[in-house]
T-cell receptor
Framework: SAVISQKPSRDICQRGTSLTIQCQVD?????MFWYRQQPGQSLTLIAT?????????ESGFVIDKFPISRPNLTFSTLTVSNMSPEDSSIYLC???????????FGPGTRLTVT | KQEVTQIPAALSVPEGENLVLNCSFT??????LQWFRQDPGKGLTSLLL?????REQTSGRLNASLDKSSGRSTLYIAASQPGDSATYLC??????????FGTGTRLKVLA
């Protein structure tokens, strides 16, 4: 199974600023995803990070607010832009194993916006 | 549109009990059903994956079953231990790549 790391593990940010979260995988993967987990809620898919092309966003999420980069098959970043307290969540990246489509998750980034 | 629900939302049991967590999904045309464990403030750990052609999977004290026709999956935990305390999430993937997550069951095993 893939081993996934995320940086930072947590951060406290001021309203109106931006934070970039990094996701690193120990092997090459095709499918990489970004999720949000708001306090006390389940996971919601933000977007699929596509290598070499623009990310595919789910309904309710836009590129201006959550720009995503995927420069290669082992790395991706998610930026949370112009943050407000409503953006306080855990942000998780995940990868999907080819064939079985089993998903593996990183440890998450806990973001608090004040 | 796929919807996934989990019952109960929370469960507290004494150590040693066998227990069952339930997961229901509305669209039976699923590709995979995956169970995860999440410790407070942490990421998700994959427990079991059941592919659409399978009926159950086992790993140690855990057994997950899948009944596509009724839109249900269950996670059976045998001889529960305090270390099993966590939130358990199920997620269903359809014929596209997307996993839809359930609302979770928060389990507490009392010593």
């Amino acid at each position: 199974s893939a081993v996934i790391s995320q940086k930072p593990s947590r951060d406290i940010c001021q309203r109106g600023t931006s934070l970039t979260i990094q996701c690193q995988v120990d092997s090459q993967v095709t499918m990489m995803f970004w999720y949000r987990q708001q306090p006390g809620q389940s996971l919601t898919l933000i977007a699929t990070a596509n290598q070499g092309s623009e990310a595919t966003y789910e309904s309710g999420f836009v590129i201006d607010k959550f720009p995503i980069s995927r420069p290669n098959l082992t790395f991706s970043t998610l930026t949370v832009s112009n943050m407000s307290p409503e953006d306080s969540s855990i942000y998780l990246c995940s990868v999907e194993e080819q064939g079985t489509r089993e998903q593996y998750f990183g440890p998450g980034t806990r973001l608090t916006v004040t | 549109k796929q919807e996934v629900t989990q019952i109960p939302a929370a469960l507290s049991v004494p150590e040693g009990e066998n227990l069952v967590l339930n997961c229901s999904f509305t669209d039976s045309a699923i590709y995979n059903l995956q169970w995860f464990r999440q410790d407070p403030g942490k990421g998700l750990t994959s427990l079991l994956l059941i592919q659409s052609s399978q009926r159950e999977q086992t790993s140690g004290r855990l057994n997950a079953s899948l009944d596509k026709s009724s839109g249900r999956s269950t996670l059976y935990i045998a001889a529960s231990q305090p270390g099993d305390s966590a939130t358990y999430l199920c997620a269903a993937a359809g014929l596209t790549y997307k996993y839809i997550f359930g609302t979770g069951t928060r389990l507490k095993v009392l010593a």
